[in-house]
């Protein structure tokens, strides 16, 4: 600047302004986790900052759903901002229906709710299964919402057939009643349409 008085004497004056530049701010994480994990958000600058949780470390731990921020400040004062929203998604709720007690050579068709996709342990993805076990199994099934996975089993039991037995003396004669009786179960039907365990025949 020149600067000048009524008697047209003038002098100049310089000065030099320095501008600092801006600290860079933004935040490293994951923005998407399963109830019960932590995310750890990072400061791309190590220069003075202050989280919105109160934090005035580089890094801070969430457990909860929310946007966070800092303010970074450098060795000028200058300031800068950055937020990074982070979501936190509830585990699915997954449930098996079906039949659980067969008989051996029985069919029964196990179905997982819960879940937007499935991985079944026979290596099934669809929803239902059909399972015909030939022996008590447990069934597992790996449920996704898209961000979080759980995991639900089911034991389908197996019986095995009686064996039903017809017991009768060896022979009868004509005109006779015979008795026979069934052996092998618990309960019975015979062609008669009967259901105690013996009959009288002629």
Excluded: K
Excluded at 6 to 22: H, R
Excluded at 40 to 63: C, E, P
Excluded at 124 to 134: G, H, W
Excluded at 163 to 191: K, R
């Amino acid at each position: 600047v020149v600067a000048s008085n009524t008697y047209g004497c003038s002098t100049t004056a310089t000065y030099t302004l320095t501008v600092n530049a801006i600290p860079v701010a933004s935040i490293t994480g994951d923005t998407a986790l399963c109830e019960g994990q932590v995310a750890t958000l990072t400061s791309s600058n190590a220069q003075s900052f202050h989280w919105s949780t109160g934090s005035n470390n580089r890094s801070i731990n969430v457990t909860t759903s929310c946007t966070y921020s800092f303010v970074v400040t450098n060795s000028y004062g200058c300031t800068n901002s950055a937020s990074l929203t982070v979501r936190f998604y509830e585990h699915p709720q997954v449930t098996i229906t079906g039949d659980t007690a067969l008989c051996q050579g029985e069919t029964t068709m196990l179905t997982a709710q819960g879940g937007s996709s499935y991985l079944w342990s026979n290596g099934s993805t669809s929803p239902s299964i059909n399972v015909t076990p030939m022996e008590t199994t447990n069934y597992t099934v790996t449920a996704s919402n898209g961000y979080c996975v759980s995991t639900a089993s089911q034991v389908v039991a197996v019986h095995a057939l009686p064996v039903a037995h017809i017991q009768m003396g060896d022979h009868f004669c004509e005109g006779t009643p015979a008795m026979l009786t069934a052996e092998g179960g618990t309960s019975y039907w015979w062609s008669t349409g009967q259901i105690s365990s013996s009959i009288i025949v002629s």
